[in-house]
């Protein structure tokens, strides 16, 4: 027990003091946040410069006040366990912090979940598990609210790039951790991160999908052509608002085509859909049912298939079409572009180019990682199932290991630089957060359907129907994303005349016909009756008797 000082993987000593703590008979390591100093001497026993020392110093003082605080929890752990049996009446088994991964793993579920999003749960409790024993913790009722708050304040500090976590993803940690935790702990024993608030920093905005106007649907559809999925998945989205995995699992007992309706129940919310059948959309559904094979459950047999055993492949083709659409020219692939040679052949080349580039040793752990994998033949699926690294994040630091090392043992089986235009087109760069938010994606044909049907005039209370929403918050809140100039037409003719410059005439004209009564309308436009004429004519069309003239 006492201070040491630690080696990475790369054989390099890491930066800070480390601790070492034995309570109840278990060493935990603890990072005591202590910049080394100075030179170290070739062990601890030995003494190093005056810089060393002194940073050894401010270690010692920051030890001794772990071990205190060590110490003081475990005597308050089994105070607490003590009470609850007390209340109680029955001895309560604590929970090890070691048990919380397996909690998430078999938690149940009432419907299926992304096997990726399972994966990250399991590796954001787990990395506060490795934390806290860090810290000398064992057990889930050795977590206190001030350990919860300080678990959280680390995910504020920037990251090797400089990147700073959204404030959403902060919350997201620490709604799983916390979750996991409410199942551990006793009844009676509160959640310590019930009370921790987290804070939204400076540039944290936003993004929403961007909808698209009638051009761009136009551009879209053509450049998605080539590729039948896509485009039906497209027109799918488009004329309903589905969800992805909704329109991909749509089924044929869901289709009425004679009706012209859809009648389904969504998987996320379990609404009752009742969706009429748009003429682009009654195309594709005869077309697919005119080659349907008999027993077929699904409209789209392959995109069902697809995204039951690659869900990112469906998404992948549905950007590819936005970057087909969106995307700048691309540039003359160049002359010198080497040949196409298997990592497994030239992996040592790489290696060695990515240990001798400059980059965050994170980064480049992950990447000596993901390079030694595809090199062995893990595809991209499995690399995402036990790395929990989405396919994109696969693809660039392999892109950027293969041009460090000048070689190429990636096949472009599309067209080439296509993934770099799905980046360029469908991501955008943000201020806070560690990746680009999503500017185009299937979710963005939904955003593109509510916005045009509230455009129209169709009522919200309906809309909210026809998606599935609960609320009418939801639907303006997260859908609902108009264009300056698609409003400006309304807005200049609503606006007063000393905003918009015009006369009072070309105002007039420009705002919608006032509603007025119809008995009044009739009754003007006989202008040769007199007026105890127009009061009788009046009262008659309004289904009273008058007698002489009317009543002021």
């Known amino acids: 027990m006492g201070l040491e000082l630690r080696r990475g993987r790369d054989g390099q000593l890491l930066p800070h003091w480390?601790?070492?703590?034995?309570?109840?008979?278990?060493?935990?390591?603890?990072?005591?946040?202590?910049?080394?100093?100075?030179?170290?001497?070739?062990n601890l026993r030995e003494t190093g410069d005056e810089k060393f020392e002194a940073s050894r110093a401010k270690a010692q003082v920051q030890f001794d006040k772990e071990l205190t605080k060590a110490r003081r929890k475990g005597r308050d752990t089994d105070l607490v366990a003590r009470i609850i049996e007390i209340k109680t009446g029955r001895k309560?088994?604590?929970?090890?912090?070691?048990?919380?991964?397996?909690?998430?793993?078999?938690?149940?579920?009432?419907?299926?979940?992304?096997?990726?999003?399972?994966?990250?749960?399991?590796?954001?409790?787990?990395?506060?598990?490795?934390?806290?024993?860090?810290?000398?913790?064992?057990?889930?009722?050795?977590?206190?609210?001030?350990?919860?708050?300080?678990?959280?304040?680390?995910?504020?500090?920037?990251?090797?790039?400089?990147?700073?976590?959204?404030?959403?993803?902060?919350?997201?940690?620490?709604?799983?951790?916390?979750?996991?935790?409410?199942?551990?702990?006793?009844?009676?024993?509160?959640?310590?991160?019930?009370?921790?608030?987290?804070?939204?920093?400076?540039?944290?905005?936003?993004?929403?999908?961007?909808?698209?106007?009638?051009?761009?649907?136009?551009?879209?559809?053509?450049?998605?052509?080539?590729?039948?999925?896509?485009?039906?998945?497209?027109?799918?989205?488009?004329?309903?608002?589905?969800?992805?995995?909704?329109?991909?699992?749509?089924?044929?007992?869901?289709?009425?085509?004679?009706?012209?309706?859809?009648?389904?129940?969504?998987?996320?919310?379990?609404?009752?859909?009742?969706?009429?059948?748009?003429?682009?959309?009654?195309?594709?559904?005869?077309?697919?049912?005119?080659?349907?094979?008999?027993?077929?459950e699904y409209v789209f047999p392959e995109a069902e298939l697809q995204l039951r055993t690659?869900?990112?492949?469906?998404?992948?083709?549905?950007?590819?079409?936005?970057?087909?659409?969106?995307?700048?020219?691309?540039?003359?692939?160049?002359?010198?572009?080497?040949?196409?040679?298997?990592?497994?052949?030239?992996?040592?080349?790489?290696?060695?180019?990515?240990r001798a580039a400059k980059m965050p040793a994170g980064k480049r752990e992950k990447m000596i990682d993901l390079l030694n994998r595809y090199a062995s033949g893990q595809s991209y699926r499995v690399i995402q199932q036990e790395k929990c690294i989405s396919r994109g994040g696969i693809s660039i630091l392999l892109h950027q290991a293969q041009e460090l090392a000048n070689v190429r043992f990636l096949p472009d089986a599309q067209a080439p630089g296509i993934n770099a235009a799905i980046r360029d087109v469908t991501r955008e760069k943000r201020e806070v957060g560690l990746k680009a938010a999503s500017k185009y994606d299937f979710h963005g044909l939904r955003t593109t359907f509510v916005t045009l049907a509230l455009n129209a005039g169709i009522g919200v209370d309906k809309l909210k129907a026809l998606t599935g929403h609960n609320t009418v918050e939801v639907v303006l809140k997260h859908y609902f994303k108009p264009r300056g100039t698609e409003v400006a037409g309304e807005l200049e003719a609503a606006l007063p005349d000393v905003l918009t410059g015009r006369t009072q005439t070309e105002a007039k004209a420009a705002l919608p016909a006032p509603k007025t009564d119809p008995v009044a309308d009739i009754v003007a436009q006989i202008g040769s009756l007199s007026e105890d004429q127009r009061a009788a004519l009046a009262s008659m069309l309004s289904g009273r008797k008058v007698h002489g003239r009317a009543r002021a």
């Not at 992948?316 to 298997?342: C, M, S, Y």
């Not at 992996?347 to 180019?353: D, E």
Request: contains cysteine; positive net charge.
């Open 310 to 354: 690659n869900p990112s492949g469906v998404s992948w083709r549905i950007k590819r079409a936005f970057a087909l659409a969106f995307a700048k020219p691309p540039e003359a692939k160049k002359a010198d572009e080497p040949e196409l040679v298997p990592l497994s052949e030239t992996l040592p080349t790489v290696l060695q180019a990515v």
């Open 18 to 42: 480390y601790g070492r703590i034995i309570t109840d008979g278990r060493a935990s390591v603890v990072n005591l946040s202590v910049p080394m100093a100075g030179t170290p001497p070739p």
């Open 92 to 296: 309560w088994k604590s929970t090890k912090l070691e048990a919380l991964p397996d909690l998430i793993r078999n938690e149940p579920h009432r419907r299926s979940r992304s096997q990726q999003h399972e994966a990250w749960k399991v590796k954001t409790v787990q990395n506060f598990v490795d934390w806290a024993r860090g810290r000398g913790l064992r057990m889930a009722l050795d977590v206190t609210p001030e350990l919860a708050e300080e678990y959280i304040a680390t995910f504020y500090e920037p990251d090797e790039e400089e990147r700073i976590r959204t404030a959403e993803s902060v919350r997201k940690v620490k709604a799983i951790v916390g979750n996991v935790l409410s199942r551990a702990l006793p009844e009676g024993v509160e959640n310590p991160f019930k009370r921790v608030t987290v804070e939204t920093p400076d540039g944290d905005k936003v993004f929403n999908r961007e909808p698209l106007n009638a051009v761009e649907i136009e551009r879209l559809l053509e450049a998605a052509a080539d590729d039948r999925t896509a485009c039906d998945l497209i027109v799918t989205g488009l004329s309903t608002g589905l969800r992805r995995g909704d329109a991909c699992r749509l089924t044929w007992k869901s289709v009425d085509l004679k009706s012209g309706v859809l009648k389904l129940t969504t998987s996320k919310t379990r609404a009752e859909l009742y969706l009429p059948v748009m003429p682009r959309l009654r195309a594709v559904l005869e077309a697919r049912n005119a080659e349907r094979e008999e027993g077929a």
